[in-house]
Structure formats: C-alpha cells, structure tokens
T-cell receptor
Framework: AQSVTQPDIHITVSEGASLELRCNYS??????LFWYVQSPGQGLQLLLK??????LVQGIKGFEAEFKRSQSSFNLRKPSVHWSDAAEYFC????????????FGSGTRLSIRP | EAQVTQNPRYLITVTGKKLTVTCSQN?????MSWYRQDPGLGLRQIYY???????DKGDVPEGYKVSRKEKRNFPLILESPSPNQTSLYFC????????????FGEGSRLTVL
C-alpha cells in the first residue's frame, strides 16, 4: 500500500534562512507527488506537483521540490523564508492521476523566528 | 470567485443530535471529497464522489453519510454524532482529469459533547 511520511512534526527557522521540509513515500512505481500548504484558519492550497519529467519542480510562492527516485523522497525547499510562510505543509501522493486516491502525510508545522 | 464553501464553519453539538455540514463549489468540478483532519494524523478521506449520484467510501467512512444530487453540492451528514467525530472537516473538489489539484474549503470545526 502506498504511504507518505513527513518525519518532522515541527520546524522553526529564522526569517531569511533557507528551508527544507522532508517527505518520503512508499510505492512500487513512480507516484504522483504533491505539496500543499495550510495557512492558519484556512483550507489547503496546492504549492506544486510532480507527475513526470524534470525532477526539480517549481511552485508558487517561491517554493520548489526535488523528486529523488533512489531515495523515495520529494523534499520541499525555499531559499529564503518570509514570516508569511508560517503554516502547515502537507506532502501527498497518488498512485496515478486520480484525485480520489490522494493520500496525505501527517504534516509539518513551520514556525518563523523573527 | 472560484471557491468551495462550507457551512457551518464552527459547530458545537451533543451526542446523537443529527447534523449536516454543507459543501458547495462553483467551479463545475466533477469530483468532490470530504476529509477530516486530526492532530498528528494529517487528512483522512471520509467519502468521495466522482460525479452526480456516484459516491464511494474513503478511509474513515464509519458514522458518516453523503449524497450528491447536484454537481455543485456534496453535504456531509452525521446521523448520530459521537465525541470521536470531534474534528476539523474539509470539503474539496477537483476536475478529475486535473490529476490531484484539489481545491479546499476553509474547514468546519465540529465539537461533539
């Protein structure tokens, strides 16, 4: 069965510092991979997605993620965080192009230190 | 404005008192789904609907019902709520062919006493 793991429950970084949020998945083939962001009191919003092709994916708000097949990882990065990036981030995986089969990780809460 | 609207946003109720959380989307999406979010567990799918009159169970359907009589609406029904259904609920929709870009409502926080 497919699964997705976000090993970090909570991360704090200083404003202006770089960020990397980890995501590992378990699936037999190359899945479809997503990162969503949930700002306080809001629903989730898609940051970026990977289906195939270039393993470095650009998203909104200056985020990017890199798919590494050998490590079964899809880590999210940002070179310089802003206070407004404080939110909860969810990695998600789907076995194919079907919204109904998406499975979400447990989330990583990001706090920004002034 | 394209959006998914849920009501109510907050609700406190008592065990056994039937309630409905409404969800409506104005994007003509075929696919709609309900999730519950609990600390440390991420989002778990309750029910989903691929189109009008087509619904199916997700990972945690026990204690919930849904219906899809119109394309835009997908209400979540708790016939006899229990305290373990205290949670934050999200409705989401998508064009199925768009492969996973879900559009979420703002959430409904439900407390069952």
């Amino acid at each position: 069965a497919q699964s997705v793991t976000q090993p970090d429950i909570h991360i704090t970084v200083s404003e202006g510092a770089s960020l990397e949020l980890r995501c590992n998945y378990s699936y037999g083939a190359t899945p479809y991979l997503f990162w969503y962001v949930q700002s306080p009191g809001q629903g989730l919003q898609l940051l970026l997605k990977y289906f195939s092709g270039d393993t470095l994916v650009q998203g909104i708000k200056g985020f990017e993620a890199e798919f590494k097949r050998s490590q079964s990882s899809f880590n999210l990065r940002k070179p310089s965080v802003h206070w407004s990036d404080a939110a909860e981030y969810f990695c998600a995986v789907a076995p194919y192009s079907s919204a109904s089969k998406i499975i979400f990780g447990s989330g990583t809460r990001l706090s920004i230190r002034p | 404005e394209a959006q998914v609207t849920q009501n109510p946003r907050y609700l406190i109720t008592v065990t056994g008192k039937k309630l409905t959380v409404t969800c409506s989307q104005n994007m003509n999406h075929e696919y709609m789904s309900w999730y519950r979010q609990d600390p440390g567990l991420g989002l778990r799918q309750i029910y989903y609907s691929m189109n009008v009159e087509v619904t199916d169970k997700g990972d945690v359907p026990e204690g919930y019902k849904v219906s899809r009589k119109e394309k835009r609406n997908f209400p979540l029904i708790l016939e006899s709520p229990s305290p373990n259904q205290t949670s934050l609920y999200f409705c989401a929709s998508s064009f199925e062919r768009d492969s996973g870009e879900l559009f979420f409502g703002e959430g409904s926080r439900l407390t069952v006493l």
